[in-house]
């Protein structure tokens, strides 16, 4: 497994895996490896024949107040675990290499139109412009044919999705159904946070995502109904604080009010345990009748 650490030398090993007719996925990370990331991997590997996983902490994706800093970097496990994985290439810049002109800033960036209005987007301003021009500098640094993501970020997905459409991006994109742990609560680097009863209080997302689920599929259309319903069984939890419950159109993820037979709704949720903020979501097709 290589590690490389500049764009300029990735961009050459790219070209040269290329012109050889070498397949390429890559899979970007934030690092902080969890068993998430290697499903990812390993749909990586089922798709290409050459993976490279990013290990990059954007900077420019965290917002004000938010835990950059602190965010966890256990490199050397992270390599440990990619090797026994079968990555191929680990693309590991540091911030001067993605960033190299920081002191007169980034004059170029990737928006997105109305997606990143809602969900995470209506409380991390900025986030996704961050997310959407990382991608895109990945994309030109690996030059992957195929990329994946994780459904577990699903606003992110939807979001690169419609970029690469929008933009003529000729890469494909594959997303990974979320990867739990077996009581329900999906693998995160932000887990590590959770003290041992915020722990034990987390699967309740997953278990309340699955109710609104199931009342979707027994026929309930009212998404008021449903949300208020969700958001009770979330202020529930002990020790959770809901920042979002929304119930929206699985493509624009603009809220619907009725939902209709056949247009999938991504049911998505945001709640704090303490400082530390958990996301899940589920992905449901309204059934006909
Ligand atoms: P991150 O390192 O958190 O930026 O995540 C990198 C990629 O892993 C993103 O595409 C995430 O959606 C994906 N990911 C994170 N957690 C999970 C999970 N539990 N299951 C599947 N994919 C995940």
């Given at each position: 497994m290589d590690v490389i650490t500049t764009v300029s030398e990735m961009q050459r090993r790219a070209d040269a895996l290329r012109a050889a007719g070498t397949r390429l996925a890559l899979v970007p990370t934030m690092g902080a490896l969890h068993e998430g990331h290697l499903a990812l991997v390993s749909r990586a590997r089922d798709a290409a024949g050459h993976v490279t996983v990013s290990i990059f902490v954007n900077p420019t994706q965290f917002v004000a107040g938010e835990d950059l800093a602190r965010y966890p970097r256990p490199v050397d496990e992270d390599l440990r675990k990619l090797r026994e994985a079968g990555v191929d290439t680990v693309f590991l810049p540091d911030e001067s290499a993605m960033y190299p002109d920081r002191e007169r800033g980034q004059r170029t960036w990737v928006l997105t139109d109305?997606?990143?209005?809602?969900?995470?987007g209506a409380f991390r301003d900025g986030h996704f412009r961050g997310v959407t021009t990382v991608v895109t500098k990945l994309v030109n640094a690996c030059k992957p044919h195929v990329t994946v993501f994780g459904l577990k970020d699903a606003q992110q997905f939807v979001i690169i999705r419609r970029m690469f459409f929008d933009l003529n991006v000729d890469v494909e994109i594959i997303g990974v159904p979320t990867y739990r742990d077996p009581d329900g609560l999906a693998a995160s680097?932000?887990?590590?946070?959770?003290?041992p009863a915020q722990r034990a209080e987390a699967p309740a997302l997953y278990r309340a995502l699955t109710a609104t689920r199931a009342a979707i599929e027994a026929g309930e259309r009212d998404a008021a109904a449903l949300r208020r319903a969700l958001v009770d069984r979330l202020e529930a939890v002990p020790g959770a604080r809901v920042q979002y419950a929304e119930i929206v159109d699985a493509e624009v993820l603009q809220p619907v009010e009725r939902l209709q037979a056949g247009v999938d709704v991504l049911v998505a949720v945001a709640v704090f345990f303490g400082a530390t903020r958990l996301i899940d979501n589920v992905f449901v097709t309204p059934p006909a009748g």
């Amino acid at each position: 497994m290589d590690v490389i650490t500049t764009v300029s030398e990735m961009q050459r090993r790219a070209d040269a895996l290329r012109a050889a007719g070498t397949r390429l996925a890559l899979v970007p990370t934030m690092g902080a490896l969890h068993e998430g990331h290697l499903a990812l991997v390993s749909r990586a590997r089922d798709a290409a024949g050459h993976v490279t996983v990013s290990i990059f902490v954007n900077p420019t994706q965290f917002v004000a107040g938010e835990d950059l800093a602190r965010y966890p970097r256990p490199v050397d496990e992270d390599l440990r675990k990619l090797r026994e994985a079968g990555v191929d290439t680990v693309f590991l810049p540091d911030e001067s290499a993605m960033y190299p002109d920081r002191e007169r800033g980034q004059r170029t960036w990737v928006l997105t139109d109305q997606l990143d209005r809602y969900l995470c987007g209506a409380f991390r301003d900025g986030h996704f412009r961050g997310v959407t021009t990382v991608v895109t500098k990945l994309v030109n640094a690996c030059k992957p044919h195929v990329t994946v993501f994780g459904l577990k970020d699903a606003q992110q997905f939807v979001i690169i999705r419609r970029m690469f459409f929008d933009l003529n991006v000729d890469v494909e994109i594959i997303g990974v159904p979320t990867y739990r742990d077996p009581d329900g609560l999906a693998a995160s680097s932000r887990n590590v946070y959770l003290t041992p009863a915020q722990r034990a209080e987390a699967p309740a997302l997953y278990r309340a995502l699955t109710a609104t689920r199931a009342a979707i599929e027994a026929g309930e259309r009212d998404a008021a109904a449903l949300r208020r319903a969700l958001v009770d069984r979330l202020e529930a939890v002990p020790g959770a604080r809901v920042q979002y419950a929304e119930i929206v159109d699985a493509e624009v993820l603009q809220p619907v009010e009725r939902l209709q037979a056949g247009v999938d709704v991504l049911v998505a949720v945001a709640v704090f345990f303490g400082a530390t903020r958990l996301i899940d979501n589920v992905f449901v097709t309204p059934p006909a009748g």
